[in-house]
């Protein structure tokens, strides 16, 4: 008869295998029920063997966990930057790669536990996120690019998103820019709700209000979607003077709202971006934007985890990588009354 292994086991009981785990090792509370359902269903399981034969089977692939919305998630170019240094990275040390666009935490145990991956790395991260807590218990190993609010200890590659936007939001303001707007992501997401904070904090260390007026949340960053809010931020009666975008994606349609308007970038208005996307230097007036080290972050990530999986424990590093401002020719200072005056000169 063929040995279970313990994937076998949960989905005879109709449990979760970290369900499995702890009836067997006795570490947490199971119902006396569910208990009886594990055992019968564990008849040919043998937990020693299954474990050192998990051990010593290596797949020599990475799985590559996207918990992002898939459309916005393949064409920005951030993303593909790291995934870009994620492949190269595993092929120079012998690793196969598995894409998976995940959002379910028994999935991606499964795709651990079923020895169809030796450890991942996950994209993308909602800010209340079920599946980061789920892997930690599991003892899954795993690296996650992006920011974590939760209690667990968690190995992850970051960017400080807040500081870099605070930086340039004070940027603007050394510009004598009082008016300033913003354009941001989902607040689900870590990136987009960090980044209205920073934008948040520089006005309030600033003495300047915040105004709900000139804030708008993009639940879907397409051009169609953010030019119609960038129209409608220039529409207003007493009109914004400077904008800071989610990204270069997003900042550069807004050109074309500006365009329309007749309203001159670089010089009625001042425009600051984030990614440092090509697009963004191409564009007239080019953008000042926010350069992150995307490939770095994916570089890092892989070698992080297996490191890890090499020496046989959990990946436990955290990086936390520095942004830079590329200043170009977006923005110009204001004069006294608090119109724009004129361009970067360089």
Excluded at 77 to 84: A, C, Q, V, Y
Excluded at 104 to 113: M, R, S, T, V, W
Excluded at 139 to 161: A, H, M, R, T, W
Aim: aromatic content about 8%; charged content about 30%.
């Amino acid at each position: 008869m063929k040995r279970k292994t313990i994937y076998d086991v949960a989905q005879e009981a109709g449990v979760s295998i970290t369900t499995v785990s702890r009836a067997m090792n006795g570490t947490g509370y199971v119902s006396e029920d569910t208990r009886k359902r594990i055992e019968k269903a564990a008849e040919n399981y043998r937990p020693v063997a299954v474990a050192r034969e998990m051990k010593m089977q290596k797949s020599k692939t990475i799985g590559i966990v996207i918990n992002h919305d898939a459309d916005y998630f393949f064409m920005n170019s951030t993303f593909i930057n790291e995934l870009r240094a994620i492949a190269l990275a595993a092929k120079k040390r012998r690793y196969k790669l598995l894409l998976e666009l995940m959002d379910d935490e028994e999935e991606i145990k499964n795709l651990y536990f079923t020895r169809k991956v030796d450890g991942l790395i996950v994209m993308g991260c909602n800010r209340n996120s079920e599946i980061i807590p789920a892997m930690v218990e599991a003892k899954i190993p795993f690296v996650l690019i992006g920011n974590y609010e939760g209690e667990e200890q968690v190995s992850q590659v970051e960017v400080n998103d807040k500081r870099a936007v605070y930086d340039a939001v004070n940027y603007l303001i050394g510009l004598g820019h009082r008016k300033i707007g913003i354009i941001t992501g989902a607040l689900k997401y870590s990136s987009s709700f960090n980044r209205l904070e920073g934008y948040k904090e520089a006005l309030t260390d600033a003495g300047i209000p915040i105004r709900n007026e000139f804030i708008e949340i993009c639940e879907n960053l397409t051009d169609v979607v953010v030019e119609n809010l960038a129209k409608k931020l220039l529409y207003q009666k007493e009109r914004i003077t400077a904008l800071m975008m989610f990204n270069d994606q997003i900042a550069v349609a807004s050109y074309k709202a500006a365009k329309e308007l007749g309203v001159r970038i670089g010089k009625d208005l001042s425009i600051v971006g984030f990614d440092d996307d090509r697009v963004g230097k191409f564009v007239t007036p080019p953008l000042t934007t926010i350069w992150q080290p995307s490939y770095e972050k994916g570089e890092k990530a892989l070698n992080i985890l297996i490191d890890a999986l090499e020496e046989d424990r959990l990946p436990d590093k955290k990086e936390e990588l520095n942004c830079v401002m590329i200043y170009r020719h977006s923005c110009s200072a204001v004069n006294e009354n608090g119109d724009s005056a004129q361009g970067e000169k360089f």
